[in-house]
């Protein structure tokens, strides 16, 4: 029987449009190609998401004014583009049966959400002095200068959920869920996009749950999880029960705009489906981490 791997990449793990780091996000990228093969040499069905993060922010330069959640689209595509066109490659190469599809994920959020009532993430560009005066935004004040804020809202339901799981069966190689998902609501019978952006990690945590998936692995830029982090009682952990990394992010030692998100959204994987392996690694070490060789691994119990 195949299992089934959500794996999540981060928006800073691929290149850039504007060319900055572009050596570095190709190294990353090698790494999530290399994942993706070793995993389905092992026989996992895989399903990528990923993040985007400065895509997104690159396309509000260009034209702030454009509706939010069509740039969650565009990006979706852009990135899911370069991500199959790079994976169908490779499988070419190696003669592999697998191929890849595209999934442009919408995902339904309340209006009643808290998050639309005090807007909080940032997104896009610094502003202009005359922006920050004629532009009806939320705008706050960042530590690179002043920023649009938008609403990060829980998501509900991805309703492309069915396509996603047929796709799945079908042996492709599904990428989807990009930056989060495309917000909308529902309005009078109608789905309406809406100014927000939905975590991507609380999303691929919400995909593993609704698919049943054997593994939820989120890969990020540090090789495990770190309490006391940059300070001399900096401590690496392979293993943390939910009990212990509840404790952690309550205790501060997860920020809100970095580790946070994912320690718990790796948690709340567990505390739905409590034999999933739910894991945090590098690019590249995806089979190690989920034997437990690398990576943290968040189990139900010590």
């Known amino acids: 029987m195949n299992r089934t791997v959500v794996y999540a990449i981060g928006g800073n793990a691929l290149s850039s449009p504007t060319g900055d780091d572009q050596e570095q ?3 990353i990228l090698a790494g999530v190609m290399s994942d993706v093969i070793d995993l389905l040499e092992a026989g996992w069905r895989v399903v990528l998401t990923h993040g985007n ?3 997104v922010g690159h396309l509000m330069s260009l034209d702030a004014n454009q509706e939010m959640d069509s740039w969650v689209a565009a990006t979706q595509g ?6 199959a066109i790079n994976l169908d490659s490779i499988l070419r190469r190696r003669s592999r049966p697998e191929s890849t599809s595209v999934v442009l994920t919408r995902v339904l959020v309340d ?3 808290q998050g639309f009532k005090f807007p909080t ?3 896009g560009p610094i502003l202009s002095d005359k922006q920050v005066m004629s532009e ?3 705008i706050a004040e960042t530590v690179r200068g002043p ?3 938008v609403a990060s ?3 509900l339901r991805i309703l492309d959920l069915e396509v996603i799981r047929s796709l799945v069966e079908k042996s492709a190689i599904v990428i989807c869920c990009g930056g989060g998902g495309i917000p909308v609501i529902e309005k009078e019978n109608y789905l309406v996009g809406v100014p927000a952006v939905i975590d991507k990690d609380h999303l691929s945590a919400l995909l593993a749950i609704d698919m049943n998936a054997d593994a939820l692995i989120i890969s990020t830029a540090i090789d495990a999880v770190k309490t006391g982090f940059g300070t001399s009682e900096e401590k690496s952990h392979s293993k943390l029960s939910i009990l212990e990394a509840k404790k952690h992010l309550e205790n501060g030692e997860f920020p809100a705009g970095s580790m946070g998100p994912k320690i718990s959204s790796l948690i709340h994987a567990v505390e739905m489906i409590p034999n999933i392996r739910s894991v945090l690694c590098q690019p590249g070490d995806a089979i190690k981490a989920l034997r437990g060789d690398c990576g943290t691994t968040i189990t139900i119990s010590e």
């Open 147 to 149: 920023r649009r804020v």
């Open 111 to 113: 209006p009643e959400d």
């Open 53 to 55: 993060g400065p895509q």
């Open 153 to 155: 809202p829980k998501p």
């Open 25 to 27: 996000s190709a190294r």
């Open 121 to 123: 993430k940032p997104v």
């Open 78 to 83: 852009m990135i899911g583009h370069s991500l």
């Open 136 to 138: 009806d935004w939320d």
